[in-house]
């Protein structure tokens, strides 16, 4: 069993940055690839970045490749999320996720965090 807690969002102006951590409960957390998802109202939940168990490998969705980097410690049991370059399309709860498959560079979560707030104001 894992479970996630998310923090680090808020309402930042456009082309600002933002940093979001995962804090990871359970003794198996290097066990996990992690990821996070995103959902903005009124659309689906949608794949923004994956991280593998070991951090050696990343995936990321087009419209946030080059502006977002993820990153993981795993003696920390955390995972962050550096978001640069915001644009008011980002604005959605993220969401933490944990799984144990990567399939095309996208998590197959087995659990979920939260969510945390992130809004982009133009």
């Known amino acids: 069993q894992v479970q996630l807690v998310e923090s680090g969002g808020r309402l930042v102006q456009a082309g600002g940055s933002l940093r979001l951590s995962c804090a990871a409960s359970?003794?198996?957390?290097?066990?996990?690839?992690m990821g996070w998802f995103r959902q903005a109202p009124g659309k689906e939940r949608e794949f923004v970045t994956t991280i593998s168990a070991s951090g050696g490998s990343t995936y990321y969705a087009d419209s946030v490749k080059g502006r977002f980097t993820i990153s993981r410690d795993n003696a920390k049991n955390t995972v962050n999320l550096q978001m640069n370059s915001l644009k008011p399309e980002d604005t959605a709860v993220y969401y933490c996720?944990?799984?144990?498959?990567?399939?095309?560079?996208?998590?197959?979560?087995?659990?979920w965090g939260q969510g945390t707030q992130v809004t982009v104001s133009s």
């Open positions: 996720a944990a799984g144990l498959a990567i399939v095309g560079g996208r998590l197959r979560p087995n659990y």
């Open positions: 359970g003794r198996t957390f290097g066990a996990y690839a």
